[in-house]
């Protein structure tokens, strides 16, 4: 008797799951929510799935208390058989559904996501409670043909998610090639530029307002006069100009800083502001409060600082293009006590 209650009260459970995702889906013809929405399709999918163990695990226990002996002699592969296959077609309907695959979809699963699982969860409450009224008629072959149609009708919705999958897996990899080709190609364009050319395309897509530190960051690694003229070209084009190199050349990142007097010391002659001067000097006295502060700033360091010593270099070359100043002699002594308390000290 205990065991009957339990086989009961799984059937109803698993009766209860299909209804809901059944409800849930609008009897599969409702509208699939998309966006962040489209989270909430977990629960009719687990709910299915879980559904449909329930199912499959009533029937086993049905079968084991031998009330399903109508059936057949041996029922149990036939049972276990439909168990199996409505469970798979309710889930496979519902995937279906998800994806949008047809109109098709809302009849079949009509049928093979409501009626079927219904059916055959009320086929299993009769033969444990009322197995007298299933072996005389004849309503239960034509309910266990029904159940088989849907098992049948799942398979092949099953086979069509297979299809749609494979068809959308050979979609991606056909669009993954062709991007990389097109990446290839690009490279390949790209290598046959020379640097210059390369930089011209970048400072395309800029935009008017791009900062300074942009630009003069790559400075320090840039030996080439035509590729220097042009980056220093551009750069003097930013909006705020001054404001925008006093910011990056006392900035306490090297490289921008470096970048920055750069730019001092390679623009013409006739660009050169006497104003720039004192941020000159800025700069070279918080190069030379690193340098107190660390006895390793010599140390390339190809992110921060790729080349300290043509760094000292320009600081030094672009304050003798200035006239002799209290402020930038002042910040050059600062400069060379540092530097003579650093291990390796390059003359300068």
Excluded: C
Aim: aromatic residues 6%; hydrophobic residues 55%.
């Amino acid at each position: 008797m205990l065991m009957a209650v339990i086989t009961t009260l799984t059937t109803l459970a698993s009766m209860l799951l299909f209804l809901a995702s059944f409800l849930m889906s609008g009897a599969f013809a409702g509208r699939v929510p998309g966006g962040s929405n489209a989270a909430g399709l977990v629960v009719p999918l687990f709910g299915s799935i879980l559904a449909a163990v329930l199912l499959l695990t009533a029937s086993a226990m049905t079968l084991g208390a031998h009330r399903l002996d109508w059936v057949a002699a041996r029922p149990g592969a036939w049972v276990m058989g439909l168990a199996l296959g409505v469970g798979i077609a309710a889930v496979a309907l519902l995937l279906a559904w998800m994806e949008q695959l047809g109109r098709w979809v809302a009849p079949v699963g009509f049928l093979a996501g409501g009626v079927a699982p219904l059916l055959a969860g009320s086929l299993l409450l009769l033969s444990l409670w009322a197995p007298e009224r299933l072996g005389s008629d004849n309503w239960p072959k034509a309910a266990g043909a029904l159940l088989l149609l849907s098992s049948a009708l799942g398979a092949m919705t099953a086979m069509a998610l297979l299809t749609d999958w494979w068809g959308l897996q050979k979609d991606n990899a056909a669009r993954v090639a062709a991007t990389e080709l097109q990446e290839a190609n690009e490279r390949a364009r790209r290598q046959d530029l020379t640097p210059l050319e390369q930089l011209r395309e970048d400072y395309a897509s800029y935009s008017a307002d791009t900062p300074l530190w942009v630009f003069v960051a790559g400075l320090p690694d840039t030996d080439d006069p035509a590729e220097r003229a042009f980056v220093i070209d551009r750069a003097l084009k930013v909006p705020n100009f001054s404001q925008q190199l006093e910011r990056t050349i006392t900035d306490g990142h090297p490289r921008y800083r470096h970048g920055a007097i750069e730019l001092i010391l390679h623009v013409n002659a006739e660009r050169l502001d006497p104003a720039w001067a004192p941020m000159l000097a800025r700069a070279i006295d918080v190069s030379a409060r690193e340098m107190a502060a660390n006895e390793a700033w010599l140390t390339p360091d190809p992110m921060s600082n790729p080349n300290p010593t043509r760094h000292v270099a320009a600081m030094i070359a672009a304050a003798d293009r200035f006239v002799p100043s209290t402020q930038l002699s002042e910040a050059l002594v600062k400069l060379r006590r540092a530097l003579a308390t650093l291990p390796g000290d390059p003359e300068f």
